[in-house]
């Protein structure tokens, strides 16, 4: 879809202003907002990683393409709220102790709240106390989603799936972990329940938990 394509580029090119006005063009297309996540905002957040990895892009075309993405989902989650039903769970989300990333984190967060649940978002660098204060002030939580880009923050990752762990031995919450730096291997060896390689999957995986 041209308009789709042309967003991409937005984002891609880092763009906000751009980006915003024709993710409100799909939107009053009524194009569905999980396409304009999946055909426009992902791929173009891949491609620009590609780039930084292969010292194509700088910082601050990361960076404004990262802002466009936001742009783009606050929209997107803005739109969507007067159609919210009633939510199918509670997740407490956030990027671990250490790690500033949080475009997947958002995209993930978008998906969770069109599958219909509620997401508690803590935002970037949440320590392992703060994952553990939001459980304990969230009694309907049902899974705690942990994201993670920087391998340096996977020992952070693991302590913090271990005390969520020793701090529910009845088995109140699920715990799911994902990001770039997250490996289903690693994901076992620090006893998390679950990991899913993109936020579509999450969702998906996300909603077995719920009876
Ligand atoms: C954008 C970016 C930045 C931006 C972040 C902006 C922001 N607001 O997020 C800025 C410029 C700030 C940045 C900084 C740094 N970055 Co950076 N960054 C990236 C980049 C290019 C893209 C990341 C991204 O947004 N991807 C797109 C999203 C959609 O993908 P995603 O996050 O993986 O999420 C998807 C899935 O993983 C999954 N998912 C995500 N979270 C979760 C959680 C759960 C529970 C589940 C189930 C699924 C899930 O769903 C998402 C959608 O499908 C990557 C390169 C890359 N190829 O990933 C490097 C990268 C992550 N950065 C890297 C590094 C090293 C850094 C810095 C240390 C650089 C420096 N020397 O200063 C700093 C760290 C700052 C800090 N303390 O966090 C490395 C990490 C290497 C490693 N393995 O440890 C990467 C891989 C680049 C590289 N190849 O070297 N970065």
Redesign the pocket.
Known sequence: MELLEKLRQAIERGHPNEAERLACTALDSRIDPLFIVDDA??PA??S???R??NDE?D?LR??A???S??ICFELIEKRRLPFAQKHIGTII?G?IE????????N??AI?FRSAGFRVVDLG??ISEKKFLKAVAETPDVSIV?????????LPEMEQTVKALRRNDPKKRYRI???????TRQAAEQMGAD?????????AE?AKTFIV
């Open positions: 905002m992902m957040m891949r620009v990683g590609e930084y990895k892009a910082i990361i960076l393409a990262a802002r993405v936001r989300l990027t250490g790690d500033l990333h949080d475009v997947g984190k995209l993930v998906m970037v660098d989603c942990i994201s993670s880009l920087l391998s340096t923050t799911m972990v994902g990001g770039g730096a997250v679950a990991y899913t390689e993109n936020c579509v999957e999450a995986v």
